[in-house]
Structures are given as C-alpha cells and as structure tokens.
C-alpha cells in the first residue's frame, strides 16, 4: 500500500483546479477574437465573391444585348414586352448570367413584372446566394411579399443595391479656389410624404439608375474609377435607439425596380420615386446612425431624408464588417472602402461622367 502523504500529491486540490479553470477561461478569451476574427474574413471574402459574380453578370449582360441593365424601369422596350407598371430590378435582368436561366424563362415582362404579376409564383422562395451577404444580420426574404405570392412563401430581399449616382453639390470640384462643388443635373426630387410614397432624392448619373440605357462607353471617369455595387446588408439605428431594415429590398424583394422608363431627371411618377434594389449616394459610408442623431424613427421619413420603410432611395452604403463596405467597380472588380472615405470621394466615385478620377483603392 502506498503511504497516505504519496496518495494525497496525486490528487488535485480546490485551489489547483480554480487556476486550471482560471486558465482554461484566459486561453478561450485569448483565442475566441481570433476565431470571431477568422470567420468574419471568411464572410467578408464570400461577400467579395458575392459581389464579383454580380459585376461579371452585368458585363454578361452588356456583352449579350450591348447595354448595361437599368437600374430598374417599367415594362416597355428595351426591358420588357408591354404594361407598365412597377417593372424589374436590374437583379432580374442578371438572372440569366448568374445560373438562374431557368427561373428567368418562366417570367413575364407585361404589366407590372415586379409587382402583382404572375412573376411571385416562379419566383418564391428562391434564393440566390450571391445576393446575400453572409455577414448581413438581415432576413433574407422581404417583410411584404407581392401580390400573387403563394400563400406562406418568401420573396428573397437583397443585401446588395445598384447605384444609380448621387445627389448634387457633394463632390468636390479639383483645383478649384474657393472649394466649388459639381453641379448634378439628372435629379429628380421626391414628393413629401415620409414614408409611402416618396422615397427620396434620385441621381440618373451612376451606372445602374431606374430608366438606364447606356453602354461601358458612357462611363468616362473610366470603369476602374466607378462604383456601380455596393452594401446595404446591415441595419440602421434610429433616434429611439432601435436597429431598423430601411433597405430598399427589405419591403418588397429583388423584383422590384421602378414605376417609369423615363430616366432622371425626367422619372415622372408623380413624385414617387422609391428605386427599390437601388441607391442614390447622400450621405457617408458605414452611417448607421445619422451623424449619432439616429434616423428617423419608424416607419422613416422619405420626403426629406430619402430613409423609410417604403422605400429607402437615399439609403447608405452600410455593412456588417468591420470598417467599411464592399463595392464592384464598373471593371468587375471589387474593392472593400474604409468607412472614413470622404463623402464627396464616395460620391464621385458613383457618378460615371463627373471628370473627378478618383481611384477607389
């Protein structure tokens, strides 16, 4: 038998197994930033992905019917058969380019293809997974799903929006004593009401605008130096201190582009100009609660702020990751911008024809 004092060293004290517990806990605090850390490049590398896909299929699309899709527009010719109505996104129109060719032949493109037409039925429940952020806290499917939606299917919602360009008088003008500001013309300006039906202010100067018709050719900053993808895959947070969905998909789903085939500053629309899946650049990147003032609380204010429920025109470029978003420029790449960009940097690099070369690195 072994003496009693042999038998005691082999056994662990209290305080031995707090200090073994104790350090377990250091090394798991220590190590879980780095694991959060690695997982969150892993999403942010996916969301690149995400939006290479993108951009490629929109040059698919310019090489197949030499023009870029609009931002979104009604259903006449070029885009669609004949109706009117609320028409397709330009996510629908890379459909085809983005291995949805089959879901893409069953659509109709008379009267109101993204909204009430018999498109919801061929379309629910489909998710494409190069239009979800893996970061975006985000629902994937929108909160309203369109007329003709079958009962207890989802409409996906996108995390991602074409730039249509920005507001005017945010740019800075080089070389110019004292600071002068470019002067955008293609504006058209909402009507009042806050949340629906106004929207926001509407810029015809980036690459992907509601009405758009133009060529690779248009975009003379050149197509390295012009944003036409980017981020609204996170939440804003309003005056009440509540994070809010005000993304411009969040309401209706991918669907949806625009009510006229008019381009700015000629929308028409009656002062409705919600550009649902699309965005026109007013305020800074990564602004997720307005300066610290918070945006509007619920249901938004469209007419003056161009943020609600219904939709945001005016929505920023906002993300989950760390720092700033992710944008595709008009080249086909990708670029992650720092949210510290300057406004006036982000700006021009979403208007396609400003002279103001900005490179986006």
């Not at 007329?147 to 409409?155: D, L, V």
């Not at 008088?169 to 955008?184: Q, R």
């Not at 602004?287 to 007419?303: E, L, S, T, V």
Request: charge should be positive.
């Amino acid at each position: 038998m072994r003496p009693l004092s042999l038998r005691r060293r082999l056994a662990f004290t209290l305080v031995e197994l707090l200090v073994v517990i104790a350090i377990i806990g250091v090394l798991v605090a220590l190590l879980l930033p780095a694991v959060q850390a690695a997982r969150e490049a892993a999403r942010r590398s996916s969301c690149s992905n995400n939006l290479k896909q993108q951009a490629i299929a929109v040059h698919n699309h310019h090489d197949t019917l030499l023009r870029l899709p609009p931002g979104g527009g009604t259903d006449t010719q070029p885009w669609g058969a004949s109706g009117g109505g609320w028409g397709s996104s330009w996510i629908v129109f890379t459909m085809p380019y983005m291995e949805q060719t089959a879901a893409y032949d069953k659509l109709v493109f008379t009267g109101s293809s993204g909204w009430g037409n018999v498109n919801p039925v061929y379309t629910a429940n489909l998710k494409i997974k190069a239009f979800i952020c893996p970061s975006s806290p985000q629902e994937d499917s929108c909160r309203s799903p369109p007329p003709n939606t079958p009962s207890g299917a989802k409409i996906m919602a996108a995390s991602y929006v074409g730039i249509s360009g920005a507001v005017s008088g945010i740019i800075p003008i080089a070389n110019t004593s004292p600071v002068t500001y470019y002067n955008e013309t293609r504006i058209n300006t909402p009507g009042s009401a806050t949340d629906c039906c106004s929207g926001g202010i509407v810029s015809g100067g980036g690459v992907l605008f509601p009405g758009g018709k133009i060529t690779l050719a248009a975009i003379t900053d050149g197509t390295s130096n012009t944003i036409m993808i980017g981020e609204a895959s996170d939440n804003l947070i309003t005056a009440d201190k509540t994070k809010r969905d005000f993304r411009s998909s969040a309401q209706h789903g991918f669907m949806i582009g625009f009510h006229s085939a008019n381009a700015p500053p000629n929308l028409g629309n009656g002062g409705d100009l919600r550009t649902f899946n699309m965005t026109t650049i007013r305020y800074n990147l990564n602004d997720k609660n307005k300066g610290g003032a918070g945006w509007p609380n619920w249901p938004g204010d469209c007419g003056s702020v161009g943020v609600c429920q219904n939709a945001s025109s005016n929505h920023p470029l906002v993300s989950a990751h760390p720092a700033g978003v992710m944008v595709a420029l008009a080249d086909g790449s990708v670029r992650f911008l720092s949210q510290n960009t300057a406004l006036g940097t982000v700006a021009a690099l979403a208007t396609r024809d400003d002279g103001q070369t900005l490179n986006a690195d």
